[in-house]
Nanobody, 125 residues
C-alpha cells in the first residue's frame, strides 16, 4: 500500500488544520491507520490510530479532545482533524498502515509496516 499525506501548513495557535492520508494499492479494510509526528531532535510520537476492523480509535493524551481521526472507506482516505492547535504540535506528521496491531500498541511506530512521506505542520504562537 502507498500512502500520501496532505493538508499540512502554517497556522496560528488556536487554529485548525485537517490532514488527509490517501491510500493506493490496497484498501483500508486490510489495515489499521495511524498518525505519527516527529519534531526536530525528538522521537517519533504516536498521535492517533483508527482500526480497520471496528473503527475503534486511539489518541495520545497530548491530543485528546483536540484531534479527531476518521476514515472514508469509499475514498480510501483517513483524516486527522486538528483543532485548538498549540506551538508544541509543530512537527512533520506521517500516516502509516499496520497489517496487525498488538493489543495496547496502537501508537507504537514499530508496529507499522508502511509509511507516507510526511507533511509539515507549523503552529505559530
Amino acid at each position: 500500500v502507498q500512502l500520501v499525506e496532505s493538508g499540512g501548513g502554517l497556522v496560528q495557535a488556536g487554529g485548525s488544520l485537517r490532514l488527509s492520508c490517501a491510500a493506493s494499492g490496497s484498501t483500508f479494510d486490510d489495515y489499521a491507520i495511524g498518525w505519527f509526528r516527529q519534531a526536530p531532535g525528538k522521537e517519533r510520537e504516536g498521535v492517533s490510530c483508527i482500526s480497520s476492523s471496528d473503527d475503534s480509535t486511539f489518541y495520545a493524551d497530548s491530543v485528546k479532545g483536540r484531534f479527531t481521526i476518521s476514515s472514508d472507506n469509499a475514498r480510501n482516505t483517513v483524516y486527522l482533524q486538528m483543532n485548538s492547535l498549540k506551538p508544541e504540535d509543530t512537527a512533520v506528521y506521517y500516516c502509516a498502515a499496520a497489517t496487525r496491531l498488538r493489543v495496547g500498541a496502537a501508537l507504537y511506530y514499530t508496529e507499522y509496516d508502511y509509511w507516507g512521506q510526511g507533511t509539515q505542520v507549523t503552529v505559530s504562537s
